[in-house]
């Protein structure tokens, strides 16, 4: 029992809980979070191990939120296979022996997620160039993913920039981070990543994130989005550069 009081596990389960709260709030950013301050105090494979199953039980459950699965499945199936042949050809990246590029791609993932959210301005993708942009998005998404554990570049501003719905954008996220989480998972078991007291603290890390999603959704009406996105985003740029620099500073 006392095993589950340490302060490695508080830490992971606060750090879920935070992650959560940040979905709740901004409907993504879970595995962000979560990779970008687990990395800090253990390797990245370690972090994207632990991210699996809370990760994939709270998009699993907003892949549902909407009308629109099968009608999103028949659009997207290009890019969800490109994510997953990408993920599985990036991984071996992750769960090599050589921590320290996994550590900077990620760090790097982080730095471009938080600069492309603060400057870039929003794109538009015409509909003639969806179905050859489709397939090279899922690739790059899945080979980012696969590298570093993050799976929102470049697949999050894509498909903001399809004109999907409010429901439909929310619920094409919710597969597309579904996909990406079962293709991570494939990844890191091949590579030998996963073990039982990994499987075990994920499993115990779903309920600090479903509380932190449940807090992180009754707040989210009474904040400010735009000044919660930004300081998001800085704390991830933050995070971002301490893990490129850690290992040429330590």
């Known amino acids: 029992m006392s095993d589950y009081l340490s302060p490695h596990v508080l830490f992971v389960a606060l750090t879920f809980f935070v992650a959560g709260f940040v979905k709740g709030v901004a409907g993504m950013g879970l595995p962000t979070v979560s990779m970008g301050v687990l990395s800090v105090i253990m390797p990245p494979v370690s972090a994207a ?6 990760s994939f039980v709270t998009n699993f459950w907003q892949l549902f939120t909407g009308p ?10 290009v890019m969800m296979l490109g994510i997953l042949v990408g993920t599985l050809a990036g991984s071996w990246l992750l769960t090599s022996a050589n921590t320290v590029y996994a550590s900077v791609g990620l760090g790097a993932a982080l730095i471009i997620y938080a600069v492309h959210g603060l400057f870039a301005a929003p ?29 929102t570049l470049p697949a999050v501003p894509y498909l903001q920039a399809l004109g999907l719905s409010k429901n439909d954008l929310i619920q094409a996220l919710g597969l597309s981070f579904t996909v990406s989480t079962i293709a991570l998972a494939a990844g890191l078991a091949r590579g030998g990543a996963f073990h039982l007291g990994s499987i075990a603290l994920s499993v115990l890390a779903i309920i600090p994130a479903l509380l932190g999603m449940h807090v992180g959704t009754m707040v989210r009406g009474r904040i400010s989005a735009a000044t919660f996105r930004r300081w998001f985003l800085i704390l991830i740029a933050i995070l971002g550069l301490e893990l490129a620099a850690h290992p040429f500073l330590f």
């Open 49 to 54: 191990s632990l991210l699996v199953i809370p």
């Open 68 to 77: 629109n699965f099968l009608g999103l499945i028949k659009r997207l199936w």
């Open 123 to 151: 794109l538009s993708v015409p509909a003639r160039f969806e179905r050859p942009l489709s397939p090279v998005i899922g690739l790059a998404t899945g080979l980012i993913n696969g590298a570093t554990g993050v799976f």
